[in-house]
């Protein structure tokens, strides 16, 4: 949308109003002047009036072809005119005739009204001149011998200075209502480039807007050989402002954050001269800052500092203080690249790798992390080839318990046969699907298979543990997650005590009450839940007594280091086995690749184990096998 655009529609839509206003009202003085045309007109034939009843007979079926034509086609503009030229005619016809009793005069001054009304401003003031000169030849030159009655001087003077007051009131107030008009439609067209161009919360530049500024300061910096700064900021923990304070109180955190960085880029010692334009909103809580006219690539880095310091010690809005900060990315023209939308594209990268490594902090755009974006397009590219052509298969490892050696839970693993993957693990590519949003549909899969395949170990082959699917944090903010669980049990007649859902300890957020909701629903469900990869994220101990935990599942880490020459990270698994023991939760420990680990977590009290030491990851049919051959024995 441009500008020219929005001031063409806007002049259109009133330009419609306008028309609707002079159609109906040509209509309305057409038809009440043909009937008065022909009751005047009859009556002056009557009275023997032969040429004044015939220019009046005449001109009201002029009219009323006028009206026909006008409600056929409806083309305002052309009745008016000829609508004008009969009030005219009419106007002269009383002039030139007196009319009944010489009381034309009285007649003239209504109608010569109406013909200004019917009109715009500047065809009116043509309509009035047309009617003053000829009016003044008529009265006040030998042109007066076409006359058929005669005015004394003053009623001939009293005549032209009536009619020229009345004519210049109407004028008057035509040119107000023009003028009402072009108001009312700058006002239009200033209400709709703001829309257009800037945010309806923060009144800043929106994308468009900038993309536009963009381009300009990148042409003037082309010829005047200036480097330019962008930085892309995208506000951390953001969302959890909105989940747990309401929008509101996001609206209020953007606005209050907009304002503060435009003070922050308009530093005392005038590194930086940005103008208003500088800042823009892009989309939800992601800001851009344009920085002209830089000397060095590091005055964009000091700019960055500056706004991180705006989230010291958190960000507070309304007395209330939101762990909220900032990931910045920096990508400097010409050094980078000397095209505008590359520029935004590399400062976005650079963003997402500021938030890759540990958030609150900035960082430039290199090549590096440019790779790594191409690799994170790759595996995305190859997510959604594997969905489209189904190439994720599921592996399956054994679950043993400690007590017997028994296999009492099978974990489904996510494998995929896609050659743009190849050599890329679940490790690698999971993030990348959430990211993008298709870790749901990917989730969504190995449910069903997972599923599907424990029923058929259920009904074929006896086996009475449980089926382990580790499931995205992603899915602990959807609330159709436990509506789709349910479903799932209910279309292949599991018991619910049979599934045991995975998710990874850091996917748990403090105080998210969404989080809660939903593990809550799916232990309502009856599914046993697993804390995966416990003792790496940042649940407090006194935390787990809120989460409908069933199972605690031991890092490999640290069943590695169990005799590691590092103290607390050896002593963690009997932590983490104490802990489930004040809590009454299940003890699982991955990674147990050594005879001397599976011993050890035996000696003290660990329930179930798995690891390389037991079994590796297996196909369906060496699955089957394995378990065939635990019942023979």
């Known amino acids: 949308m441009s500008q020219t ?29 043909v009937l008065f045309l022909f009751a005047l007109g009859s009556l002056s034939l009557y009275n023997q009036a032969f040429l004044l009843g015939s220019i009046l007979i005449s001109s009201a079926l002029v009219g009323l072809i006028n009206l026909y034509l006008l409600r056929r086609t409806g083309n305002v503009e052309r009745a008016a005119i000829v609508l004008s030229g009969i009030l005219f005619v009419l106007c002269m016809s009383l002039l030139i005739t007196g009319g009944k009793d010489n009381t034309g005069m009285l007649w003239i001054y209504p109608i010569a009204a109406i013909n200004l009304f019917i009109n715009r401003f500047w065809p009116a003031v043509v309509v009035f001149c047309i009617f003053s000169i000829t009016s003044i030849l008529l009265l006040f030159t030998p042109l007066s011998s076409l006359l058929m009655t005669s005015y004394t001087l003053v009623e001939a003077i009293r005549f032209i200075l ?25 006002l239009h067209d200033d209400d709709i480039r703001q829309m257009a161009f800037y945010d309806t919360l923060t009144g800043l530049p929106n994308r468009w807007n900038f993309k536009t500024n963009l381009q300009r300061v990148i042409d003037r910096a082309t010829k005047d050989k200036q480097k330019v700064g962008l930085l892309y900021i995208d506000l951390d923990n953001f969302k959890q402002v909105n989940d747990q304070y309401g929008h509101e109180m996001g609206d209020k955190l953007l606005l209050k954050f907009s304002e503060e960085l435009w003070s922050e880029i308009r530093p005392s010692d005038h590194v930086l001269k940005p103008q208003e334009e500088s800042i823009a ?24 500092t500056r706004i991180l310091n705006i989230f010291d010690g958190g960000f507070e809005v309304d007395g209330i203080t939101h762990l909220t900060y900032a990931s910045i990315g920096i990508a400097v023209f010409p050094d980078d690249t000397a095209e505008p939308s590359e520029l935004l594209h590399y400062a976005d990268t650079a963003m997402y790798d500021a938030k890759q490594n540990g958030r609150n902090c900035f960082r430039f755009f290199t090549q590096e992390i440019a790779e790594t974006i191409k690799q994170r397009q790759k595996i995305e590219n190859g997510l959604r080839a594997s969905l489209e052509n189904h190439q994720f298969t599921l592996a399956f ?19 995929c046969k ?30 069903e298979h997972a599923l599907q395949r424990l029923v058929v170990l259920q009904q074929q082959h006896n086996f009475t543990g449980k089926m382990c699917i580790n499931i995205s944090g992603v899915e602990l903010h959807n609330e159709n997650f436990p509506p789709l669980i349910k479903r799932l049990l209910e279309t292949h007649e599991i018991n619910p005590c049979s599934v ?22 799916l232990n309502e469900l009856g599914v046993s839940l697993a804390l995966d ?63 001397e680990q599976l011993n050890y977590l035996k000696r003290h009290g660990c329930d179930w184990a798995q690891g390389y030491f037991l079994s590796r990851p297996l196909l369906w049919d060496d699955l089957l096998t394995k378990l065939d051959s635990q019942h023979c024995s």
């Open 5 to 33: 655009h929005d001031t063409t529609t806007g002049q259109k839509e009133m330009m419609q109003v306008r028309h609707r206003r002079r159609f109906t009202l040509c209509q309305i003085l057409t038809l009440i002047g």
């Open 162 to 186: 009536t009619t020229l007051a009345l004519n210049l009131i109407c004028l008057a107030a035509l040119r107000s209502e023009e003028q009402s008009y072009e108001t009312i439609i700058k």
């Open 281 to 304: 909103r892009l989309a939800g809580d992601e800001f851009v800052v344009l920085l002209p006219n830089i000397k060095d690539a590091f005055d964009a880095g000091t700019v960055a």
């Open 397 to 415: 490892m054994p679950i043993f318990n400690c007590d017997n050696d028994d296999i009492v839970a099978i974990e489904a693993l996510l494998r």
């Open 418 to 447: 896609a050659p743009e993957l190849e050599g890329i693990g679940p490790d690698q590519f999971i993030p990348v699907a959430e990211s993008t949003g298709l870790i749901k549909e990917i989730d969504l899969w190995v449910l």
């Open 500 to 521: 045991e859902l995975e998710v990874t300890e850091t996917a748990l957020v403090a105080g998210d009450k969404t989080c809660l909701e939903t593990l809550n629903a």
């Open 533 to 595: 990869d416990f003792g790496t994220g940042y649940t407090a101990f006194s935390q787990l007594i809120h989460y409908p935990a069933d199972c605690l599942k031991i890092d490999r880490s640290f069943v590695n280091d169990l005799f590691s020459e590092k103290e607390p990270r050896s002593k963690m698994v009997l932590i983490i086995q104490n802990l489930a023991e004040l809590y009454g939760l299940r003890v699982i420990a991955e990674g147990v690749e050594t005879e």
